[in-house]
């Protein structure tokens, strides 16, 4: 540990120039649609998926600006102008109008579906390392613009769907003004009121109206349009090819798109009524499995995950540290891609079926996360014990293994046994029996009567923390402290371990320079 | 060495200003985009005079005398904000519910009513009032115990909320409307409420949330 101080600190000192360094090499290296893989396309159609992913965004662009022209922008009339182009704007018996909204929504669709693919294209095959990491960064940054363009797109027609959407986007935000006080710093960004503000941004005030409206258009159109025009500018410099793919595909791609529009029109839905919520309502399809997410758990820590999802992808990636790319020999990163899309269809299938239970569905999803983790290591670990040819104990990462336990323990434990009233899923399936009981009594009683009566039967050892300390309620253990002072712990020692070899390997890495360095000087003197 | 080491310390002190003339130009892009509202509701509870709301009646004591009559309604909480007429209207759903005598407390006529904003806490979908528990348990996941009565539900995200047990909501104190499934991190945000003549009439609403 003592030995890394001076590497860290020099690394320290270096780290703008070295950053700068780091950014240039990325910044030359940058493939934004696969236009530097034009052989590779040739042959196979993963890699064509960035020059049709261009293509389809050229196709929502104009489509777009087409439909701009009929758009009236003002709450009370753009459900109506919708309505005119979709039904009213016809050259004999073609409805143009509603091919062309068609070919925008559809567009807009198959651009989603083709940054996703592009974005676990890169991840599955370990596009991101040897200098690429920039390339995966604006993938995913173009992704969540795709989908936050779509969002902004949807509230203009002004229907219940796009209405109730848009609320809960711009009220979850408000959420990241509610940190608990224990947080170190929490109560000072509470003060600074950086959620509601951010929730005023997007609405253009504190709540939907005309102002939304305005501004949603303007962003739309902004972060649809910007990106594209920064790309042909780099078209221009670099004089690559711009699309990749052959014009029969950009054919092809464009009479999928146009079927989609003439086959099944894009639907309208009612128009918005910020008085009544519809049972249920749902987002557009991107957005399900996080619209999901958010009825697994308490809203602050749904906030936070949700804005942390794209960070933690990012970090996962910046840990993603060796050079191989073959499928087998990089298991942790696959699960982690793999579980990605397993809770995305999961989640979308649970919730257009209306199945959510805060209670019983949370600790499963954070349960099968540390899972899947698990897997992962487990087969990283033989990979790594077969590569190296070490014996079990001399490739096993224990900290990783650690956290990952006591993560998984934290999250069931607190759930399974924790507070009686709020989360204990024992509790709630014991409860109809407990009232049924005692309702034999005293027919008046009620649940939080059955409550009483489990805290006060249940064996005195009250391990968990709990919001609400009843006077049925023994003092306990609180075991919360102990998993919070595991983690730190194994947070700790993981990082004094993990600096100390680093420390030793810079130290080697310095020995060796200094002893090819050496005979050199010698016969220069 | 010595020479790299001297690039590399000129390097480093040169970007610190750059980086910092970025973050400025970033901060004032930024503040473009922030609205120049000026009023909305600040602190916990809106006054009902801002802007000058009218004190509005929303049901007739007729209209709710047996249990578990409820009436919906829409209270206009006006505030300052940006705009051509320099006054935005907030439309705040609102329920009425009259609550059985048992929950009620006998000296206090008040509190056999229960008015709550209709607006879900959680992320501010507009809940509704769910007298079928078959209704509860198909459309939001919540099988009530035994003695049933309504609730409150949101469509959202599935948060119910019993109108006959109170929680603690942290500043604003006790409230009625436990949360009893669902992430809804408190009760709905209440209205208070004067009784005059046979009439509900609202005096003042709960702040925050997004209108």
């Given at each position: 540990?003592?030995?890394?101080?001076?590497?860290?600190?020099?690394?320290?000192?270096?780290?703008p120039?070295?950053f700068?360094?780091?950014?240039?090499?990325?910044?030359?290296?940058?493939?934004?649609?696969?236009?530097?893989?034009?052989?590779?396309?040739?042959?196979?159609?993963?890699?064509?998926?960035?020059?049709?992913?261009?293509?389809?965004?050229?196709?929502?662009?104009?489509?777009?600006v087409?439909?701009?022209?009929?758009?009236?922008?003002?709450?009370d009339?753009?459900?109506?102008?919708?309505?005119?182009i979709?039904f009213?704007?016809?050259?004999?018996?073609?409805?143009?109008?509603?091919?062309?909204?068609?070919?925008?929504?559809?567009?807009?669709?198959?651009?989603?579906?083709?940054?996703?693919?592009?974005?676990?294209?890169?991840?599955?095959t370990?596009?991101?390392?040897?200098?690429?990491?920039?390339?995966f960064?604006?993938?995913?940054?173009?992704?969540?613009?795709?989908?936050?363009?779509?969002?902004?797109?949807?509230?203009l027609?002004?229907?219940?769907?796009?209405?109730?959407?848009?609320?809960?986007?711009?009220?979850?935000?408000?959420?990241?003004?509610?940190?608990?006080?224990?947080?170190?710093?929490?109560?000072?960004?509470?003060?600074s009121?950086?959620?509601?503000?951010?929730?005023?941004?997007?609405?253009?005030?504190?709540?939907?109206?005309?102002?939304?409206?305005?501004?949603?258009?303007?962003?739309?159109?902004?972060?649809?349009?910007?990106?594209?025009v920064?790309?042909?500018?780099?078209?221009?410099?670099?004089?690559?090819?711009?699309?990749?793919?052959?014009?029969w595909?950009?054919?092809?791609?464009?009479?999928?798109?146009?079927?989609?529009?003439?086959?099944?029109?894009a639907?309208l839905?009612?128009?918005?009524?910020?008085?009544?919520?519809?049972?249920?309502?749902?987002?557009?399809?991107?957005?399900?499995?996080?619209?999901?997410?958010?009825?697994?758990?308490?809203?602050?820590?749904?906030?936070?995950?949700?804005?942390?999802?794209?960070?933690?992808?990012?970090?996962?990636?910046f840990?993603?540290?060796?050079?191989?790319?073959?499928?087998?020999?990089?298991?942790?990163?696959?699960?982690?891609?793999?579980?990605?899309?397993?809770?995305?269809?999961?989640?979308?299938?649970?919730?257009l079926?209306?199945?959510?239970?805060?209670?019983?569905?949370?600790?499963?999803w954070?349960?099968?996360?540390?899972?899947?983790?698990?897997?992962?290591?487990g087969?990283?670990?033989?990979?790594v014990?077969?590569?190296?040819?070490?014996?079990?104990?001399?490739?096993?990462?224990?900290?990783?293994?650690?956290?990952?336990?006591?993560?998984?323990?934290?999250?069931?434990?607190?759930?399974?046994?924790?507070d009686?009233?709020?989360?204990?899923?024992?509790?709630?399936?014991?409860?109809?029996?407990?009232?049924?009981?005692?309702?034999?009594?005293?027919?008046?009683?009620?649940?939080?009567?059955?409550?009483?009566?489990?805290?006060?039967?249940?064996?005195?050892?009250?391990?968990?923390?709990?919001?609400?300390?009843?006077?049925?309620?023994?003092?306990?253990?609180?075991?919360?402290?102990?998993?919070?002072?595991?983690?730190?712990?194994?947070?700790?020692?993981?990082?004094?371990?993990?600096?100390?070899?680093?420390?030793?390997?810079?130290?080697?890495?310095?020995a060796?320079?200094?002893?090819?360095?050496?005979?050199?000087?010698?016969?220069?003197? | 060495?010595?020479?790299?080491?001297?690039?590399?310390?000129l390097?480093?002190?040169?970007?610190?200003?750059?980086?910092?003339?970025?973050?400025?130009?970033?901060?004032?892009?930024?503040?473009?985009?922030?609205?120049?509202?000026?009023?909305?509701?600040?602190?916990?509870?809106?006054?009902?005079?801002?802007?000058?709301?009218?004190?509005?009646?929303?049901?007739?004591?007729?209209?709710?005398?047996?249990?578990?009559?409820?009436?919906?309604?829409?209270?206009?909480?006006?505030?300052?904000?940006?705009?051509?007429?320099?006054?935005?209207?907030?439309?705040?759903?609102?329920?009425?519910?009259?609550?059985?005598?048992?929950?009620?407390?006998?000296?206090?006529p008040?509190?056999?009513?229960?008015?709550?904003?209709?607006?879900?806490?959680?992320?501010?979908?507009?809940?509704?009032?769910?007298?079928?528990?078959?209704?509860?348990?198909?459309?939001?996941?919540?099988?009530?115990?035994?003695?049933?009565?309504?609730?409150?539900?949101?469509?959202?995200?599935?948060?119910?909320?019993?109108?006959?047990?109170?929680?603690d909501?942290?500043?604003?104190?006790?409230?009625?409307?436990?949360?009893?499934?669902?992430?809804?991190?408190?009760?709905?945000?209440?209205?208070?409420?004067?009784?005059?003549d046979?009439?509900?009439?609202?005096?003042?609403?709960?702040?925050?949330?997004?209108?």
């Amino acid at each position: 540990m003592v030995k890394a101080i001076p590497y860290l600190l020099r690394g320290l000192l270096a780290a703008p120039a070295s950053f700068l360094a780091w950014f240039q090499e990325r910044w030359d290296k940058m493939d934004l649609f696969d236009e530097s893989h034009v052989q590779e396309a040739r042959s196979n159609p993963w890699y064509s998926i960035g020059g049709m992913w261009y293509w389809v965004w050229m196709l929502v662009i104009i489509s777009g600006v087409v439909l701009m022209i009929y758009y009236v922008p003002v709450t009370d009339q753009a459900y109506h102008s919708i309505e005119r182009i979709q039904f009213n704007w016809r050259w004999g018996p073609v409805p143009i109008g509603a091919v062309v909204r068609g070919l925008h929504k559809y567009g807009a669709d198959a651009f989603i579906i083709l940054a996703t693919m592009r974005v676990y294209r890169m991840w599955f095959t370990g596009e991101y390392k040897q200098g690429n990491e920039l390339s995966f960064i604006i993938a995913l940054l173009l992704l969540i613009i795709g989908m936050y363009s779509g969002l902004t797109g949807y509230l203009l027609i002004w229907n219940q769907r796009a209405l109730w959407a848009t609320k809960v986007m711009a009220t979850f935000p408000t959420y990241l003004d509610q940190n608990p006080a224990w947080l170190p710093g929490g109560t000072l960004i509470n003060l600074s009121n950086q959620g509601k503000t951010t929730a005023q941004i997007l609405l253009g005030g504190t709540s939907i109206g005309p102002a939304t409206v305005t501004r949603f258009y303007a962003f739309h159109f902004m972060l649809s349009f910007l990106p594209m025009v920064f790309f042909e500018l780099r078209v221009y410099r670099k004089g690559f090819k711009r699309m990749n793919i052959s014009h029969w595909a950009k054919l092809a791609v464009f009479g999928i798109i146009l079927a989609m529009a003439i086959m099944v029109p894009a639907a309208l839905g009612s128009p918005a009524n910020p008085e009544v919520t519809p049972n249920p309502i749902l987002s557009d399809w991107y957005f399900l499995a996080m619209y999901h997410f958010l009825k697994l758990q308490d809203p602050y820590l749904a906030t936070v995950l949700t804005v942390a999802i794209p960070f933690l992808v990012l970090l996962a990636m910046f840990l993603d540290r060796r050079p191989e790319r073959a499928w087998g020999q990089r298991q942790i990163f696959n699960w982690i891609g793999i579980a990605g899309l397993i809770y995305f269809v999961l989640f979308s299938f649970l919730i257009l079926n209306g199945i959510a239970d805060i209670h019983r569905d949370a600790p499963i999803w954070y349960y099968s996360m540390g899972l899947f983790m698990l897997i992962g290591y487990g087969q990283d670990w033989a990979y790594v014990m077969k590569r190296d040819g070490k014996p079990w104990y001399g490739t096993f990462h224990l900290f990783f293994v650690a956290f990952i336990l006591v993560a998984m323990s934290a999250n069931t434990l607190y759930h399974y046994f924790g507070d009686i009233r709020e989360l204990n899923v024992l509790a709630r399936e014991a409860l109809p029996r407990v009232l049924a009981s005692l309702q034999q009594a005293t027919p008046a009683a009620t649940p939080d009567q059955a409550y009483d009566w489990m805290e006060k039967n249940r064996p005195a050892l009250n391990l968990w923390f709990t919001h609400h300390p009843g006077p049925n309620k023994p003092p306990g253990l609180e075991l919360w402290r102990l998993h919070v002072a595991a983690f730190l712990a194994i947070i700790a020692a993981g990082t004094w371990v993990g600096l100390a070899r680093w420390g030793r390997d810079q130290e080697a890495k310095a020995a060796l320079a200094a002893a090819k360095a050496k005979p050199k000087l010698k016969t220069g003197a | 060495m010595k020479e790299n080491q001297r690039r590399l310390f000129l390097k480093t002190v040169t970007s610190i200003p750059i980086l910092g003339g970025a973050l400025l130009a970033v901060n004032v892009i930024l503040r473009y985009f922030k609205p120049t509202a000026v009023g909305g509701v600040k602190g916990l509870v809106a006054p009902p005079d801002e802007a000058g709301s009218s004190i509005q009646i929303v049901a007739e004591l007729s209209e709710l005398q047996n249990p578990w009559d409820f009436k919906e309604f829409i209270y206009i909480r006006k505030s300052v904000e940006y705009s051509s007429r320099k006054i935005q209207g907030a439309k705040i759903p609102g329920f009425v519910v009259r609550l059985p005598d048992q929950f009620a407390d006998p000296k206090d006529p008040k509190s056999k009513y229960l008015v709550v904003q209709r607006i879900c806490p959680h992320l501010g979908c507009t809940f509704n009032f769910v007298k079928s528990p078959e209704e509860l348990a198909g459309g939001y996941n919540y099988r009530p115990p035994a003695p049933t009565h309504p609730y409150f539900a949101c469509p959202c995200h599935l948060s119910v909320y019993d109108p006959t047990r109170k929680q603690d909501a942290g500043l604003v104190g006790l409230l009625p409307g436990k949360v009893v499934s669902g992430p809804a991190p408190r009760p709905p945000r209440t209205m208070s409420f004067d009784i005059k003549d046979g009439q509900i009439v609202i005096t003042g609403t709960e702040g925050g949330g997004v209108g």
